[in-house]
């Protein structure tokens, strides 16, 4: 009797936490719910707080998985918030380390370390993370674009330029192949390598007629063409850049500090080489001395025809 008693008593209790757990997990649902009407209707914060509440449940539903990532976003790219987008982008995976949208969270936090926090060396590790341990990942030309970045932001131009320069071969439909160009050629400027800055910069120019960056990489193939000591060229091309460059001010200071620099170079006298001007001088000295010669002569026999 006793026994039976304790075996009611124990199909009670869980047949309670059953009811509970349910009620939990209805609850979590009907959170998650409100929460992506939200979203939709852009009330961020809102939102935010009823993804939270889904997540005091707790339990590996994909409501609750769903609700780490979608947080991390709103914080991320609406409340300009990075610190709490990562850490709740970092709760999702350690949560949920077998999900499928690892490379993804991975991709955003990388994202929010470059260009939010300004910390490439962080940013670099979860891309190259990405880039060894999920090479099927249908966006991976944009972790490898992304670690270029993260690489020239660190001046580690070597393994940048190494990282784009087979991207195209690689990545044939690549939204990024336009910029990956542009980058080769400021990689090469960004090391002081000029007339390969300027030959890959008029590839790129060649290959995008109409691109994006042509303004910019015209702009620096007139600053590599001064730092060559080619100004009138220098000149020349920043002449042809025209309105389309997004610093005008910057333009018209280069032109015109060009153009002074050309005529005072024209109104210039003739200059003499060091050696030219040590043996003028040489030349000089000497005849000093023939003409200081010659006046003593005439000065002692003078004075004979006198005597």
């Known amino acids: 009797m006793a026994m039976k008693i304790n075996y009611y ?3 009670f209790i869980l047949l309670f936490c059953f009811f509970l757990f349910s009620c939990a997990e209805r609850k979590a649902k009907n959170s998650y719910k409100m929460a992506e009407e939200l979203l939709k209707n852009n009330n961020y914060k809102e939102a935010v707080a009823k993804y939270v509440e889904v997540l005091k449940y ?3 539903i994909p409501e609750v ?8 976003v709103i914080y991320s790219k609406y409340l300009d918030d990075p610190n709490s987008a990562i850490y709740y982008f970092e709760q999702m995976f350690t949560k949920f380390p077998k999900s499928s949208r690892i490379p993804e969270v991975k991709k955003d936090i990388a994202y929010t370390y470059l260009y939010k926090l300004n910390q490439p060396e962080k940013a670099l590790t979860h891309l190259e993370y990405i880039e060894q341990n999920h090479k099927n990942y249908p966006q991976l030309d944009e972790v490898v674009y992304h670690k270029s970045k993260s ?4 001046k580690k131009y070597d393994e940048a330029m190494k990282t784009v320069e087979n991207f195209n071969t690689v990545f044939p439909n690549s939204k990024f192949n336009e910029e990956v160009d542009y980058q080769k050629g400021l990689i090469k400027f960004n090391q002081g390598r000029y007339k390969e800055a300027i030959e890959n910069y008029n590839n790129y120019i060649q290959k995008y007629p109409n691109g994006s960056f042509k303004a910019l990489a015209k702009f620096d193939i007139g600053v590599s063409q001064e730092n060559l000591g080619n100004y009138k060229e220098a000149l020349e091309t920043f002449k042809s850049i025209g309105s389309e460059y997004p610093n005008q001010e910057a333009l018209k200071i280069k032109i015109q500090k060009l153009e002074e620099r050309l005529k005072k170079k024209s109104k210039a006298p003739v200059t003499r080489t060091p050696k030219s001007l040590k043996k003028s001088r040489e030349q000089t000295k000497s005849s ?6 010659k006046s003593t002569k005439k000065t002692k026999s003078s004075k004979n025809s006198e005597n």
């Open 9 to 11: 008593k124990l199909a």
């Open 58 to 60: 707790d339990k590996p």
């Open 65 to 72: 998985e769903d609700s780490y990532y979608k947080i991390g």
């Open 151 to 154: 690489l020239i932001s660190l």
């Open 288 to 293: 000093v001395k023939r003409t200081t010669k």
